[in-house]
């Protein structure tokens, strides 16, 4: 019986240790070039979130260093009514630069912390080609190209990535064409 334990205990451990390995941590890359990271990114996918929920698709991003240090965040989209556009702003927190707050309530509401979003880029390529955002909580997500498309094998290494790290890819909502 005790050799019985042991195969199974083992069976058991060869099972779950590729699921643990596979883990990735949720947390922001250890460093990030805001002056390369700037510039114009198009939305290939996102969790659902409420802000965007007029937007169908052609999500565009753009980001300008401004000279305090913040962030002018320009967001575009495609609605059923035509083009529409939000203006915010993105800080440093904690003097990490991939750990980012986004605000885009009027500037007079920027004492209430609730205005303040947390933007984490979680993964970003070496030539800052592509990126995935997310929050400490999983509830957003985005991945997001310097092309308005995107090859269809980086996606899916990306997606399952962002599933190792416990966002819920299966709830995706595609904004862009894959190549």
Not at 5 to 12: C, D, E, G, K, V
Not at 52 to 61: F, P, T
Not at 124 to 131: E, I, K, L, N, S
């Amino acid at each position: 019986m005790h050799l019985l334990h042991r195969l199974l205990t083992t069976a058991a451990l060869a099972i779950a240790w590729p699921a643990a390995a596979a883990s990735l941590p949720n947390r922001p890359v250890p460093s990030l070039d805001l002056h390369r990271y700037a510039g114009q990114w198009h939305e290939i996918a996102r969790l659902p979130m409420y802000f965007e929920r007029k937007c169908l698709d052609a999500v565009v991003a753009t980001y300008t260093p401004n000279p305090d240090g913040t962030v002018h965040v320009h967001n575009t989209c495609r609605t059923s009514k035509g083009r529409m556009s939000v203006d915010g702003v993105a800080r440093m927190k904690d003097d990490q630069p991939a750990a980012l707050e986004v605000r885009f309530a009027p500037a007079w509401l920027t004492w209430l912390p609730m205005a303040w979003a947390d933007y984490w880029v979680i993964e970003v390529d070496a030539g800052y080609r592509w990126a995935v955002i997310g929050s400490p909580g999983r509830k957003h997500l985005w991945i997001l190209s310097r092309r308005p498309t995107m090859d269809r094998a980086l996606f899916q290494t990306l997606k399952e990535h962002s599933r190792q790290r416990g966002y819920a890819v299966d709830q995706l909502i595609m904004t862009a064409p894959l190549d």
